[in-house]
């Protein structure tokens, strides 16, 4: 079995920002695996499906971003999923909007959600579908930080958002059939 992890924040106001991608690309992911987010478990939605001939267990944290761990670390320890067997789908302010990437492995570079994961798995071998949002730039960039990411896609970004989405799960999909080296030589090309 695999465990799927979209981050986000959960409640309406949080619905379409920038930080909530990881929930979209999940939620996108469902009608694919003909699954739905049906039970409450975990501190977070979870929902059961087949993607890839694989069963996949998906999960969206609902304790917001910072304690995402929690969710991810007690739904894998329940499953017995090995780590390299979680994939997480979340935002990225250091790769463009528009670039898709996966990863095994690394850090958190300042995620507090991967951080939480990180700290709850005890490792940083789970696999990563970092999806680039871009970042402010400009006088006091980094102050703007938080505000950008809980902010919504711009129009030209939303025009774009449904493409995205697809390769995402196109991505996913490839990381499950073939494997992460196959899925990366295949989709991380830069855009």
Do not use: C
Not at 14 to 29: C, P, S
């Amino acid at each position: 079995m695999k465990l799927i992890v979209g981050l986000g924040n959960p409640g309406r106001e949080y619905e379409r920002h920038r930080h909530n991608i990881g929930f979209m690309v999940v939620e996108a992911l469902l009608s694919r695996a003909r699954a739905e987010l049906n039970q409450e478990k975990f501190a977070a939605k979870v929902g059961q499906g087949t993607l890839a001939g694989e069963r996949v267990l998906f999960v969206e944290p609902q304790t917001f971003m910072n304690l995402s761990g929690r969710s991810v670390g007690e739904a894998a320890r329940f499953y017995k999923i090995p780590v390299e067997d979680v994939l997480v789908i979340h935002d990225e302010l250091d790769m463009p909007f528009g670039r898709l990437q996966l990863k095994a492995g690394g850090g958190s570079g300042g995620h507090n959600g991967l951080k939480s994961i990180v700290s709850s798995l005890g490792a940083e071998a789970f696999i990563r579908l970092r999806f680039g949002i871009g970042k402010p730039e400009g006088p006091n960039a980094k102050e703007r930080v938080s505000g950008y990411v809980l902010s919504g896609f711009d129009d030209g970004e939303r025009r774009q958002l449904e493409e995205l989405i697809g390769r995402s799960m196109d991505m996913t999909e490839v990381w499950i059939r073939d494997g992460l080296s196959v899925a990366m030589n295949k989709f991380n090309r830069k855009a």
